[in-house]
């Protein structure tokens, strides 16, 4: 089992940038491939970005990719997520998700068992 604490939501203008952080306790970090999804408001949870466990191999969804960056750092325990040129269409809470193992292009909500509480990400326009 893991638990996933994010950090780092906030509110932003269009344009800004903000890095999203989410701490790993529990079994070894890296038997999980790591990943974000987020969820509008009326809307249903949608991949973001994903990882796999050595840190290669990053996946995005085509509306961030380009402007958003995923990594983790296995020492210390973290996924991080450099978000860049926020759009207004990018508010949403934003949860830290992990599976063991498994491809980081796999984005189905139901392909994650463990998630963290979400951040709220607000961008103005």
């Known amino acids: 089992q893991v638990q996933l604490v994010e950090s780092g939501g906030g509110l932003v203008q269009a344009r800004g940038s903000l890095r999203l952080s989410c701490a790993a306790s529990?079994?070894?970090?890296?038997?999980?491939?790591m990943a974000w999804f987020r969820q509008a408001p009326g809307k249903g949870r949608e991949f973001v970005a994903g990882?796999?466990?050595?840190?290669?191999?990053?996946y995005y969804a085509d509306a961030v990719k380009g402007r958003f960056t995923i990594s983790r750092d296995n020492a210390k325990n973290l996924v991080s997520l450099n978000m860049n040129s926020l759009k207004p269409e990018d508010t949403a809470v934003y949860y830290c998700?992990?599976?063991?193992?498994?491809?980081?292009?796999?984005?189905?909500?139901?392909?994650?068992?463990?998630w963290g509480q979400g951040t709220q990400v607000t961008v103005s326009s």
């Open positions: 998700a992990a599976r063991v193992r498994g491809s980081p292009s796999l984005t189905g909500v139901n392909e994650f068992a463990y």
């Open positions: 529990g079994r070894t970090f890296t038997s999980y491939t």
């Open positions: 990882i796999s466990w050595t840190g290669g191999s990053p």
